[in-house]
């Protein structure tokens, strides 16, 4: 008889930047500007709560459409090995996937298609542009733009759902969601985090999402 293989997880949360795509989304927009990737790497550390530099680093970039359109087709270009294959086998078991991160929401949308993941499965944070396509601010209603957002993201999901979920993820925000979830990987392939790495339940430190199936899936005769 043949080995069928059984979900350990119904529901599977996925960080995008650094997780997902080898890339901080707001530090690509940024296009090396020292202050902003000092904020980001201050945030995503956790020594600078999120609230205190969202708006901050959107405020100094101030991001067209075009270039929330040039981020998109980074994210797809920069997809972490194994990333796909994964995401694709998750959904052929039967696992309901979905994407949290306080990245852009029009530039997750197209990597998200790209997986294989339903619109509605995307929690993002939307930006507002004017007539002339200019930057016009952000969703400050957004959880994901502060301290403990995905945690709250993820417990109304689950309000709505049923099953055991895990979440993997490279950052501090992802690390401060742990008690959501059933479970919570790290992902040190890209940024290599020592605070993230020290409250997952399991750690990923290779430079693919590939590993992730074995602990996600269990093979039963």
Known sequence: MGVRLRLRYRL???????????????????DGNPEVIRLTEAAMNGDIPLDEVYGRRLEIIRPGIA???RLAAEYKRRIVPGASEVIEKLLDEGAVVHLVTAGIEQAILPLAEHLGIRRSAVHAVRLDFDTSSAYAGYDRS???TRSGGKAIVIRDVRARSHGRAVLIGDGITDAEAAGAVDMFIGFGGVTMRERVRDVAGSWIAEPSLAGLLPMLLEGTS
């Open 12 to 30: 599977v949360f996925f960080d995008v930047d650094s997780t997902l795509a080898a890339l901080e989304g707001i530090d690509f927009l940024a």
């Open 67 to 69: 270039d929330v359109e």
């Open 142 to 144: 957004s959880f994901l």
